[in-house]
């Protein structure tokens, strides 16, 4: 083998070399490109479930909210019906006790 058939070899060895260090670099971009892709998938889907499960969860509030409320509404009306039925109860002694203490003056 002559010096220019050595010298054509480094010369297709460092092309051949070239070639592969630009398919790694193309490759490597494309791992990232393709990584990048899925975490911007991954992060939408975890965006995605995060409003699902706080919209779930209010959801899930409002209606014991709602339950709690239709109960404390519940027990006023019925304190309220108390103090009225005690009021109506009352009247006829208060009217007379009124009358009374007024005539006797």
């Given at each position: 083998m002559g010096m220019a058939d050595v010298l054509r070899s480094i010369k297709n060895a460092e092309?051949?070399?070239d070639l592969k260090i630009k398919s790694a670099?193309?490759?490597a971009s494309k791992i990232l490109t393709d990584a990048r892709k899925k975490s911007s998938e991954i992060v939408q889907q975890a965006i995605e479930e995060a409003s699902s499960l706080t919209v779930a969860r209010l959801d899930k509030?409002?209606?014991v909210g709602q339950s709690e409320?239709?109960?404390v509404k519940s027990e006023g009306e019925s304190d309220i019906s108390a103090?009225?039925?005690s009021a109506q109860s009352s009247m006829d002694s208060a009217v007379k006790l009124i009358i009374d203490?007024?005539?006797s003056q």
């Open positions: 092309q051949d070399a670099h193309d490759e509030a409002r209606t409320a239709a109960n103090v009225e039925t203490h007024v005539l």
